[in-house]
């Protein structure tokens, strides 16, 4: 979808997502610097060498420094590549819409065609706010995997086993933990968290029309007043927002179901790190300062592995916004194979003069019928009497007791022409 956008400011949405991979890769090397900071600081610690430890010290100052410049450059970033990035797709959707006859026709497009101030207002926010989120925030996880898996990798040939007399050593033992466990994770999230998918797009689409029923009835004040009909738009408001209300419920029970994962994984990695390399500590192959920075790279590569599990009721909310704006612009494509096969009213000059409907049908963009199947003949002269009941699904004429003249309703919805009127004659709207 975003290959075809084509709308000014492309370019630097692509400048300012270049400009902050570069300042992820440098916060990548000082991430690392910090890492072996850790194993040196809590070596002098615990050798109880007090030079070492003021100039460790130091050196942290100098790092953390970096990093935070680094940091607050990067937040600066992604901010700007958020409204940027909505600014672009907002500029294309509004080009697309509002080419012309298209504003009209999109009532015509079926559900994706409903409610396009949404998808231009809310659901781009939505999609350029979760795009620049995520989209940094996977680039810093494949980064961060790179820079620490091959410190891990090296490391984990500290850690060995002492079994029957024999030291045994794993290649890559720290890594295939971090990998066992960032997996799990990720399987039970996905299992436990996926109706979220389904169920944020449920959530949109009741809110828009939520919404959508909220400015009617403000659009037609002066109308529900006259006709008193308050009662009435009570109750269907009150309908769409028990829709609302019952989506956001079970979204809720999904979503603490999924805090059982993934809480429960944030909290054990605490201890995760400690827990597989503490056979090498305390069988004296590590050092303190070398379990700090083996369960510090042990932390650093599994936080990597686990975007996922961080990241999942999020994907699923971003999944759905770029599937509504997706469909939304399929909507505006397919426009004019829907005006194509569209039934027209064709208009010819009648032979005689007179005013004529044969087999006249008119349908609202939803289906429902307003005119069905009406055949008038009216001549030069004659005076007709158009009414309407109220409510009615199809046309209807004034019966013979409402009216002295004009047209009667047929059992068939057609109508049929009476004898001509006295010369004075109303039409009743």
């Known amino acids: ?66 990093l935070l410049a680094l940091t607050v450059a990067n937040t600066f970033l992604q901010e700007r590549l958020k409204f940027r990035l909505r600014e672009w797709i907002t500029r294309h959707l509004l080009a697309e819409w509002l080419k012309p006859l298209r504003v ?51 490391l984990s040939a500290q850690v060995t086993f002492q079994v029957a007399g024999y030291e045994i050593a794993i290649p890559g033992y720290m890594v295939w933990c971090a990998l066992a466990y960032a997996l799990t994770g990720s399987a039970l999230t996905w299992i436990v968290g996926r109706p979220l998918i389904a169920l944020n797009g449920q959530r949109y689409a009741r809110e828009a ?25 009570r109750r269907h408001l009150e309908a769409a927002l028990a829709a609302v209300v019952d989506t956001m419920r079970r979204i809720s029970s999904s979503l603490a179901h999924l805090t059982w994962i993934t809480s429960g994984i944030g909290w054990l990695s605490l201890v995760v790190p400690i827990l597989v390399a503490a056979p090498a500590y305390f069988g004296g192959s590590l050092t303190l300062g070398g379990l700090i920075m083996v369960a510090g790279a042990f932390t650093q590569v599994q936080l990597a592995l686990r975007w996922f599990v961080d990241n999942f009721s999020r994907l699923a909310d971003w999944r759905a916004a770029i599937h509504r704006v997706a469909r939304f612009r399929e909507a505006l494509d397919n426009l004019p194979a829907i005006d194509a096969g569209a039934e027209e009213i064709k208009r010819a000059l009648h032979p005689e003069g007179h005013l004529a409907f044969e087999a006249v049908r008119i349908l609202l963009p939803d289906g429902h019928i307003v005119i069905d199947d009406a055949t008038v003949h009216i001549t030069p002269g004659e005076r007709v009497l158009i009414a309407w009941r109220a409510g009615a699904p199809r046309f209807c004429a004034p019966s013979p007791a409402q009216a002295g003249m004009g047209l009667s309703g047929r059992s068939d919805g057609r109508a049929r022409r009476r004898q001509p009127a006295p010369r004075y004659g109303s039409v009743r709207r």
């Open 209 to 233: 029309e939520f919404r959508f029923a909220l400015v009617r009835v403000n659009e037609s004040g002066e109308s529900i007043a006259l006709h008193g009909g308050e009662t009435d738009e």
């Open 1 to 66: 979808m975003f290959a075809r956008v084509r709308a000014e400011g492309g370019r630097r949405v692509v400048a300012i997502f270049a400009a902050s991979t570069v300042i992820t890769i440098a916060n990548m090397f000082g991430q690392v610097q910090l890492n072996d900071w850790n194993g040196r600081f809590f070596d002098a610690v615990g050798r109880k060498d007090l030079s070492g430890f003021l100039h460790d010290l130091w050196t942290f100052v100098v790092i953390v420094v970096i």
């Open 104 to 154: 009209y026709q999109l009532g015509f497009a079926g559900e994706y065609g409903h409610n396009p101030d949404q998808r231009i207002q809310e659901d781009t926010r939505l999609l350029g706010d979760y795009t620049a989120d995520l989209g940094c925030g996977i680039v810093y996880s494949l980064l961060q995997l790179i820079a620490f898996v091959g410190m891990l990798w090296t």
